[in-house]
């Protein structure tokens, strides 16, 4: 089991910066991936960023050039760097974990961080 907790949302004025942190306890040697979601309301979840235990990142278009997503693993963390942060990024942000156990493949979700992005 792998137990994730999201830190640092807020409210945020538009052009503002803030970084996301998700600190995973347990099984954290079995983590393959650590990935950032959000859902705004009345909307379906939508993968944001996603790094790979060997440290390769993939972004949504809609962030490219805005967000980075890193990991500390010595601190079994992972963090969002977003900048220029638009109103359209306000949502629920959670971290998801994938962690592998032999052939299988799990998910681990976090509770989640509310970001709001004023105009």
């Known amino acids: 089991q792998v137990q994730l907790v999201e830190s640092g949302g807020g409210l945020v004025q538009a052009g503002g910066s803030l970084r996301l942190s998700c600190a995973a306890s347990g099984r954290t040697f079995s983590i393959k991936a650590m990935d950032w979601y959000r859902q705004a309301p009345g909307k379906q979840r939508e993968l944001v960023a996603a790094?790979?235990?060997?440290?390769?990142?993939n972004y949504a278009d809609s962030v490219k050039g805005r967000f980075t997503i890193s990991r500390d693993h010595a601190k079994n963390s992972a963090f969002l760097q977003r900048h220029s942060l638009k109103p359209e990024d306000t949502a629920v942000y959670y971290c998801?974990?994938?962690?592998?156990?032999?052939?299988?493949?799990?998910?681990?979700w976090g509770q989640g961080t509310q970001v709001t992005v004023s105009s």
């Open positions: 998801r974990a994938e962690v592998v156990i032999g052939t299988t493949s799990y998910q681990y």
């Open positions: 790094i790979t235990s060997g440290g390769s990142t």
